[in-house]
């Protein structure tokens, strides 16, 4: 799968499948939490897609693997990677499945789950483990009840997950202090999300979040964590001008952040409450090679990602990795 394939397949971000697959996991992280996603692999790369029974494109299984079609046409083929816990070789585990906070585009405040005891994780980590292809731990979680208790559980989390020797990577909402709190627990990277850099557009969709509270706490982790050690999603599809993204992405890659761009997605469960039009194959292009120009000139390197998206790059066109 080429580079322009993968684009064009993320701009749509959705598949159906020819034949139904069985024990596929539903996600609950990431875009499209609460539904069933495939992971597809060709040569290199990698793409995540949500099964959809009307999508245009069509996964059908082949005598050596699978393929993807559109009209009719194979336009990529390649392997279905099954993940581990939610993407493959990484445990990537959504800790708290509840929100305090009501951010437009994200299905977790709705779906309002559980919060997994550490011995839960614990134990769902071991399982990863005993198939010999865990490299990484990604955690994630949403605000039961505010950030600092947040952090303070997933410093527990991090603290118990320590004896499997991988990489530990933490998401979560930040606050003055996060950074020392999740070092000190033995986190070895850190992502705090931006979510959009339009700042009208940031304040309608993240209300009662602080956009500066957030560029502090990513200033501050680059600090204590080290460059390529520091990422953020930035969403592509809210209603911001190229120009601001491109701003966006120089303002983070210039802190030595790593920028996720990542096409936003329309979750069922969040119709109506913000309008997403799904960037195109073209405009992640653009907004990917321009990204990774940023990165170069300001000495950053998606490769050495340990942990979380640019180690997985199922939804992205990850520099670094893709490109
Ligand atoms: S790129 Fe990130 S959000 Fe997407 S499947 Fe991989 S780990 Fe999950």
Redesign the pocket.
């Known amino acids: 799968m080429d580079l322009e394939t993968k684009a064009q397949l993320l701009a749509v971000g959705t598949v159906q499948l020819a034949q139904p697959r069985s024990g596929g996991q539903v996600?609950t992280?990431?875009?499209g939490a609460g539904g069933q996603?495939i992971?597809f692999q060709s040569g290199q790369r990698m793409v995540?897609l949500s099964v959809v029974a009307s999508s245009p494109l069509r996964l059908e299984s082949r005598p050596d693997g699978a393929a993807i079609l559109r009209d009719g046409i194979e336009i990529a083929c390649g392997q279905l990677v099954d993940?581990l816990l939610?993407?493959?070789e990484?445990a990537?585990i959504t800790v708290s499945e509840r929100c305090i906070y009501d951010c437009k585009f994200c299905a977790v405040p709705k779906l309002q789950g559980g919060v997994k005891s550490r011995q839960t994780i614990r134990k769902m980590v071991e399982e990863a483990r005993k198939t010999g292809k865990l490299h990484g731990i990604?955690l994630t979680s949403g605000v039961e009840e505010s950030p600092e208790l947040e952090a303070k559980r997933m410093a527990e989390v991090v603290r118990d997950l320590l004896s499997f020797g991988v990489p530990i990577g933490v998401s979560i909402s930040p606050f003055p202090g996060v950074n020392q709190i999740l070092k000190d627990a033995g986190a070895d990277e850190v992502k705090y999300n931006l979510e959009t850099v339009d700042r009208e557009l940031f304040d309608r969709i993240c209300p009662g979040i602080s956009f500066q509270g957030i560029r502090d706490a990513l200033q501050e982790a680059v600090a204590v964590f080290g460059r390529n050690r520091v990422f953020s999603n930035v969403l592509v599809g809210l209603g911001e001008s190229d120009e601001t993204l491109r701003q966006g992405i120089d303002m983070l890659t210039e802190m030595g952040v790593l920028p996720?761009l990542?096409a936003a997605y329309p979750h069922p469960l969040r119709l109506g409450e913000v309008e997403i039009n799904r960037p195109s194959a073209e405009r992640l292009l653009e907004m990917a090679r321009y990204l990774k120009k940023k990165q170069e000139e300001n000495g950053l390197d998606g490769e050495l990602a340990l942990t979380?998206?640019?180690?997985?790059?199922?939804?992205?066109l990850?520099p670094g990795r893709d490109l």
């Open positions: 996600s992280a990431g875009p996603s992971f995540r993940p939610h993407c493959p990484q990537y990604s996720i990542r979380g998206c640019y180690r997985c790059t199922g939804c992205d990850a």
